[in-house]
């Protein structure tokens, strides 16, 4: 008897800035529209200072990040994706930050984009000696991060699911405070999640089980 297996994870949308890198901006608080390269979704950034700039340094593996400076608490990395169909979400990311750059931030997820609730709380470390550097050709994984939101069901089938990863304090990366000209870089964004099988599939694996149950009672 075969029996139906469970739906595997599918990637909503990655972003890793190299398919589609956006342009350099000076001097501008918020920086949005960043398409992924893979999937349908939409990147941005918020931050307090109108002074901000934003860049694609190199990335963690790769050609390309995003990266900004001027940080204050609050402050934020945002990424708004569809889960319509989906469940168990799953999110990826490498960050790094300046010696002067934020050390502490908040992962949070929300689905209307205004009430927000914090997931886990997590630091960088800086991209600097001692650590390992970032570099286009080797991705180093100390600096890589996951968080499994699949216990957040008000998250599944979403027609809006926001992520972000907000500043939640002035210390910087190298245990001082965060400097106007330290930056968070951030690269190798993915959020994925677990297609919701069909009626037709779930009645399959019903019978399979029941089947299954019926041949343990011979």
Do not use: C
């Amino acid at each position: 008897m075969g029996v139906v297996a469970a739906s595997q994870a599918a990637v909503i949308a990655s972003w890793g800035f190299e398919v589609n890198t956006p342009a350099d901006l000076t001097d501008s608080a918020a920086y949005g529209g960043w398409l992924p390269d893979a999937g349908t979704g939409v990147g941005s950034g918020l931050h307090v200072s109108a002074l901000t700039d934003w860049t694609t340094p190199t990335g963690n593996g790769s050609v390309n990040s995003i990266s900004s400076n001027n940080w204050g608490v609050g402050d934020y990395y945002q990424f708004r994706v569809s889960t319509l169909g989906m469940n168990n979400i799953q999110v990826a990311w490498d960050q790094t930050s300046s010696n002067t750059g934020p050390r502490d931030f908040n992962l949070q997820y929300s689905t209307n984009g205004t009430a927000f609730t914090n997931f886990m709380s997590y630091t960088v470390l800086a991209n600097a000696t001692p650590n390992p550097l970032w570099t286009a050709g080797t991705n180093q994984p100390v600096f890589s991060f996951t968080a499994d939101l699949s216990g957040a069901s008000v998250l599944n089938n979403q027609a809006t699911v926001f992520i972000r990863m907000r500043d939640s304090s002035t210390v910087s990366a190298n245990g001082g405070v965060v400097a106007a000209a330290g930056t968070s870089r951030l690269d190798n964004v993915g959020i994925s999640a677990s297609p919701v099988p069909e009626p037709a599939t779930m009645a399959v694996l019903g019978l399979g089980v029941a089947a299954l149950l019926r041949r343990r009672k011979k």
